[in-house]
């Protein structure tokens, strides 16, 4: 199941500039990993030590928060769209 997935500006390194890849999975944990083999070093910038989303990143799928949803185990399809928001913090 492919999955468009929106890369933002501090990941792009990774994905040699693009700001938008494919990647496979049912789930939005099984997208991270295929992200993972594709792109080395994605899932920890994404997620934490346990696995579990890193609290500064935010993970939309088809402009839902995943947070609000089944966290990583959210699922996903054929077409659908998870954008990787870094979270804003300013004074």
């Known amino acids: 199941m492919s999955v468009t997935v929106r890369i933002p500006a501090p990941l792009r390194r990774l994905t040699d500039g693009q700001d938008k890849v494919s990647a496979e999975g049912g789930t939005v944990a099984e997208v991270v990993s295929h992200l993972d083999g594709q792109y080395p070093g994605m899932r920890e910038r994404l997620c934490d030590e346990s696995g579990q989303l890193r609290t500064f990143v ?23 769209e ?8 300013g004074g």
């Open 82 to 89: 998870l954008s990787v928001v870094p979270a804003v913090a």
């Open 58 to 80: 935010n993970l939309y799928v088809n402009g839902e928060d995943v947070r609000f949803m089944d966290g990583l185990g959210t699922a996903t399809g054929p077409g659908d």
